[in-house]
């Protein structure tokens, strides 16, 4: 027997005496993503729902710099369909560094001024990705490595644990167009992955690097997910081609996810809906959040300085006294500088106009 709709699924009738769900459209397709992967959880695995920020670029334009976006003519956030053949492009995930510094500043105070309690962890990793040995894209190999110090003083990477990661689903939103003088704008990447232990070991002869990563990671806490902002140091198999990145990932708590699902599954009470649309609302304000610009506008002091002293202003005084300063007018300043606003009052004569204005000539360099 099915479980009666919660309120968020079954909303006020329309007048076309339909009822449609109020959930968020997004949370409705990451629901069904978790749903269709949901087989995981019986396996054994972990599923993992995770949130990057980034920017969605034109495969044509992928050697541009990180601030080339596509630009498509939404003014809103939109679902991208994924493996679309008639729209190519891809996913670069990372913030500029001056971004990703102003943003975990603002989470920082925010923390400090506003009591916004989370947790603050750091670590230091190595993720080392193999290719599996049947040649598939779907379960890759990744040993990580936690850096240790020997009893003889020395720093090491020693290994932790190995895992095959299985990436599922990805969903992509890009959003909207932004006035460029209200900052920069980034996109969001929905992925649905799981991550299983394993026994394997890595061999040369079976198994080949395809990415050295290298992670300086602080994660904050807020109990439902976790804000990951991490340094990385990526290489493939040539370690001369290194590239640096500045990542930020919110991930949502697995326990939290799992317990929901499953009492989802099985047609009992449920927040999976809230957990999502609260999951991804967060997502989008730490999009915000890092689009906003660095320095907020301010305020010119008040009084304002006084301006520095202008000679053309004393010497236009002497020259006229008791005359009222000009309202606009700045080259009588310059003529009293050079002791001619006393000629130009009287009426010129042919050929001394010229000469009057000689000096403004060379002033403006004409």
Known sequence: MAAPLLPLENGPSTIFNQKPALIDPVALEVGRMLETHSQVLRTQGNLELEVRLGILKSVKSSSAPLN????????????LIPRCEEF??????????????????????????????YAVSSDECLDVTYDPEDGGRQSQLRVTYHRQTTPEG?????????????????????????APQRGPTYDLRVALSAEMPSDARPR????????????????????AWRIDFTTVRASGADPKDQQVSYE?????????????????????QHKLWELLMDFLNTARDLG?????LPRAWQMPPSPLPPLPPDEGMAAYAAQLPGKPAPLIGHYLY?????????????????????SLLSPLKRGSGS
Do not use: C
């Open 68 to 79: 080339s976006r596509v630009d498509l003519p939404i003014l809103s956030e939109a679902m």
């Open 88 to 117: 190519h492009y891809r996913f670069q995930a990372g913030l500029p560094p001056e971004i990703y510094a102003a943003l975990l500043q603002k989470l920082e105070i925010m923390r400090r001024d506003h009591h916004v309690d």
């Open 154 to 178: 020395e720093s090491r990477w020693f290994p932790e644990k190995t895992m095959r990661k299985n990436r599922y689903e990805v969903l992509d939103l890009f959003t909207g167009r932004s």
């Open 204 to 223: 040369p002869n079976t198994h080949t690097v395809k990415m050295k990563r290298e992670k300086q990671r602080k994660s904050l806490d807020f109990k």
């Open 248 to 268: 930020v990932e919110l991930e949502l708590n697995s326990q939290m996810l799992h317990q929901n699902l499953e009492a989802k599954l099985e047609n009992k």
């Open 288 to 292: 915000r959040l890092a689009a906003e």
């Open 334 to 354: 310059r003529l009293a500088e050079k002791g001619d606003l006393r000629r130009a009052r009287a009426a010129p004569r042919d050929g001394e106009l010229s």
